[in-house]
């Protein structure tokens, strides 16, 4: 059983930034896929950003060069750094694992355990 606990929202005006963490309690496979998605009210969860165990990372294109997701394994924790945020960002942002993954998509069908939440709203 893995348990997701997400931090790091809020408010902020477009431009800003924001760093949300997710620290992952439990047993975590050496095989893994991880990763930051978001659900914006009436529309679908889509995957945000994605990093495997080698650290590899994917994002999906809105995003790119704007929100840098990372790890820190020692600390079980998974960052998402996001800058120049920009109001369309609005939305409810879940960490999620996979584990034992062959491979890594952003595909959140694919993903079994997520965290609770964390709000990010992005004013004009």
């Known amino acids: 059983q893995v348990q997701l606990v997400e931090s790091g929202g809020g408010s902020v005006q477009a431009g800003g930034s924001l760093r949300l963490s997710c620290v992952a309690r439990?047993?975590?496979?050496?095989?893994?896929?991880m990763g930051w998605f978001r659900q914006a009210p009436g529309k679908d969860r889509e995957g945000v950003a994605i990093i495997n165990n080698f650290g590899s990372p994917s994002y999906t294109d809105s995003v790119k060069g704007r929100f840098t997701i990372s790890q820190d394994n020692a600390k079980n924790t998974l960052y998402l750094q996001m800058n120049s945020l920009k109001p369309e960002d609005t939305a409810m942002y879940y960490c999620a694992a996979r584990l034992w993954a062959v491979s890594c998509t952003l595909a959140a069908s694919s993903y079994t355990y997520w965290g609770q939440g964390t709000q990010v709203t992005v004013s004009s």
């Open positions: 439990g047993y975590i496979s050496s095989r893994y896929c």
